[in-house]
Each structure stands twice: as C-alpha cells, then as structure tokens.
C-alpha cells in the first residue's frame, strides 16, 4: 500500500484546461495526506503543462495501456490504495463532505463501490464518479479482462441498428460485478446538485478542430449532443479566465455569436430545452467557481 494513503484519485483527459479546473476541485474535496492523484493524458502531445499539476502522478500511453479504456483497467489491476476514484474531467467535486460520506457506505463489505454520478438509461457507473474497491474489481477483471471496454450485441445486418444493443464505457463491467454478487450503489447527486457535470466536452472539441467552426456551429444547432459540448466548453473557458489567470489559455477557438444565432433557429420546444440547460450550466459553474476561490486546497 501507498504509504499512508487511502484513496487514488484518477482520471483520463485530453485537454489539459479542462484537467486543470478538475485538479482543483479534487484537490480541495480529498485529503492530501491520504489521496493519491493520478492523471492518465490522452494523447501523444507535448504532455500537461508543467506547474498546473503539482503533486499528482502524470501517467502516459505505453503500447499496453493505449486509450483510456486501457487505463482504467490499468488503474484498477495497479492500485495500491483501498479505495479508487475514477472522475471524469467533466466531472466536479465541490464539497469536501462528500468522501467522508460515500467512504462511509464503502464500509459495508459487500459493497463493491459506489457511484457518485450513474447512468439513467442503464444500470452502470460507466466512468463519471465512481469509487470502487480495487481488490473486489480485480476479481472480477481475471474473468473479464477488457473490463471498462465498450461492447454491442445483436450486430445483425438483417435487424433494425434499434434493436442492436449497445453497452458503453464501464457497462459491461458494472454489470459483472453485480452478477459476482457484489452490490454497486447507483447515486445521482448531480441532481441534487451536490457535484457539478458537464456534458460532452471532449467530442464536441474534437469535431470542432477537425470540421472546422462553421461545422461545429451547424451540428451544434441541429444535435443536442454538440449543442451541450459547445455550450459546457463555453461556461468552461469563462471559469478557466476567471480562475486561472496564468498558463496557458482555454484552447476553445469558437465562439458564443456564431451559435447564439443558429440556435434561434429552431422550434419553440427546443428553445425553452436550451434556456432551461443554460440555466444549470452557469448555475453550476457558479458553484464550481466558489469552490476552486474559497476552498482551501486540503
């Protein structure tokens, strides 16, 4: 075991910006002296910038841990500490009395780990915020060894794709360690706004850099999908200026004008969708915004 550590907070990110604002939550929600911080970058860039991650552990791709897939499975089969945390960047910690509570329910010996933020469409932690038991998970990984891998079923061309079923990330896994007789505690305390989530980050990024702004801004409008990426990565900048006025900037190169106006092109319906998600978007950075400037980092 890690000397004196309890917990290993991990995550996988491609954008360091986003990473950073997510380090420092975690930073402020986790005890120092008995976490451990792990943050597997995603890419074969130049890595994440120095001195905006001190104190954390900075895991890079090998030929055996390739994708972020890899790395959780990675993560689980390495941890040294009792506990493991795996956060999605978009995913944020605001409270500093939250682990003592979900520790709490780790307590009970059959429970496998606890799911901070679930899936409403399936029974699964997928990789938002869940903390599990590594020793329970390990088990479970020597029958299932792709682990957090994504998976289908009834891939048959002769079917509808609507009757194809489609597991994604931390599914299937989720889903064998209930059936090893373990319990996973499902929660949704986004909803109860005691965490702050994001939405679609990364893709929306990535299809902008590769499409261009105008095909982000025409996708944005029409799919509710990029829509939220494009919005999130929005709030996002304006609580990464306003927090972090050193380093590197929010590398987001699109703005709010272009999908403003092509938002207002559509159906009364979707408009009221689009002001209510605006609403608790900036709600929630509000709240990420006083955490990162009134916590102290623990």
Not at 245 to 255: E, I, Q, S, T, V
Request: proline residues 6%; glycine residues 6%.
């Amino acid at each position: 075991m890690t000397s004196g550590k309890q917990l290993t907070v991990f995550t996988a990110t491609v954008y360091p910006d986003v990473a950073r604002i997510w380090y420092g939550c975690v930073r402020r929600a986790f005890p120092a002296e008995a976490t451990r911080f792990e943050i597997f970058y995603d890419s074969d860039g130049a890595g994440l910038p120095p001195g905006c991650f001190d104190g954390a552990n900075i895991v890079r791709r090998t030929p055996e841990r390739r994708d972020h897939h890899d790395a959780y499975n990675d993560v689980v089969r390495r941890a040294e500490t009792p506990y493991l945390a795996i956060i999605d960047t978009d995913v944020f910690w605001t409270s500093g009395k939250l682990w003592p509570e979900v520790r709490r329910r780790l307590e009970r010996p059959e429970v496998a780990a606890v799911s901070c933020i679930s899936r409403s469409r399936r029974k699964s932690h997928g990789t938002y915020a869940v903390v599990l038991k590594p020793e329970m998970y390990r088990r479970v990984l020597e029958k299932l060894p792709e682990g957090f891998y994504p998976g289908a079923e009834l891939l048959d061309p002769k079917l509808p794709m609507t009757q194809w079923r489609w597991f994604d990330t931390g599914d299937i896994l989720t889903q064998a360690v209930m059936d090893a007789g373990y319990e996973v505690e499902l929660l949704h305390l986004d909803r109860s706004r005691e965490m702050v989530r994001f939405y679609s980050i990364t893709l929306s990024r990535r299809g902008g850099r590769n499409f261009g702004a105008a095909a982000l801004t025409e996708m944005a409008g029409k799919d509710k999908y990029f829509w939220r990426g494009y919005v999130s990565n929005l709030v996002l900048e304006r609580v990464y200026r306003r927090v972090f006025r050193d380093g590197p900037a929010y590398d987001f190169p699109f703005r709010s004008v272009p999908l403003v106006l092509r938002s207002l092109r559509t159906t009364p319906s979707v408009l009221r969708w689009r002001y209510g998600f605006l609403r608790h978007i900036l709600r929630g950075a509000r709240q990420v915004e006083k955490f990162l400037r009134e916590a102290p980092v623990l």
